[in-house]
């Protein structure tokens, strides 16, 4: 700590005008690594900044200026992105092609540069008619998180519109080439439409619902049975109907569903639903 403050009040003016920092910090015994890193950080922006915006790759500028520091250069690969990734993007630069321009990219600026990409140019395709897969392969999008932000671009899009105006999910997913997990799970919640919910609330089993539309397991069947218990369940248990019929008629069999219907008084012994999934 009394290294830090030495380098912001005394060594910082050195490291400014010039100085060679590994020089500096050799001369005034600085041996602590969160003050090493910190003249580091002067030299990136005094100097080093200077030479990334210039279009010098940002490895390059870390050997010129002896910077060896993983958060300076995790600064160095961000500015290079910042600074060049969006005009290469708008010329019709693929992200390998990018990267080769910056002089390579750690793992963490290959996803910030994808999920840019999908933010400024691959987004829209998907958003519109093109599949998942067509454009990762036209941009070079590989990593996960690159194909989680373009999936979910797709779902934000026609993908989305296509189930909620009650399109089967499976169907738009294989169209789309939609894979990640949590995308398929978002896709499915867009099944539940207007139209599904009033059957729901009409009193429609929700067993059957999610057979003929494939939503079991997952949020989606329990978003589904918590609706149904929320509505008709409760209210026919209000009129004095057995809850465990109730679910039974209404295929309510997720544990978490079926405890809406439980009446207090077993509430409040600790009732168990999930052990009464069947009827005696």
Not at 14 to 25: I, K, M, S
Not at 58 to 65: K, S
Not at 233 to 248: H, I, K, N, P, Y
Request: net charge negative; with cysteine.
């Amino acid at each position: 700590m009394l290294q830090r403050r030495f380098v912001r009040e005394r060594v910082s003016r050195l490291v400014e005008t010039g100085r060679d920092w590994r020089r500096v910090a050799a001369r005034h015994h600085i041996v602590d690594p969160e003050a090493r890193s910190l003249m580091q950080h002067l030299v990136v922006d005094r100097f080093a900044e200077e030479h990334v915006y210039d279009g010098v790759p940002w490895r390059q500028v870390a050997e010129i200026f002896d910077l060896d520091d993983s958060g300076v250069g995790d600064r160095l690969q961000d500015l290079a992105i910042d600074y060049h990734a969006p005009a290469l993007l708008k010329k019709g630069y693929t992200c390998d092609q990018i990267v080769g321009d910056l002089g390579g990219l750690e793992l963490s600026g290959r996803i910030q540069l994808e999920r840019l990409c999908v933010e400024m140019v691959a987004g829209d395709w998907v958003r519109d008619r093109a599949t998942c897969d067509f454009v990762a392969m036209t941009y070079r999008i590989d990593t996960q998180e690159g194909r989680l932000a373009l999936e979910q671009c797709a779902i934000s899009g026609l993908a989305g519109q296509r189930v909620w105006r009650g399109e089967p999910w499976y169907v738009v997913a294989r169209q789309h080439t939609v894979r990640c997990d949590e995308m398929i799970e978002a896709l499915r919640a867009h099944t539940l439409n207007d139209t599904i919910i009033a059957c729901v609330q009409a009193g429609i089993s929700c067993r059957k619902i999610a057979d003929e539309l494939a939503l079991q397991g997952g949020n989606t069947e329990l978003e589904l049975q918590l609706i149904s218990a929320s509505g008709p369940g409760l209210e026919r248990v209000s009129r004095g109907e057995d809850w465990r019929v109730v679910a039974q008629d209404l295929g309510i069999d997720l544990p978490e569903a079926r405890s809406q219907l439980v009446p207090p008084i077993y509430r409040d012994r600790r009732f168990d639903a999930s052990n009464h999934r069947k009827l005696a």
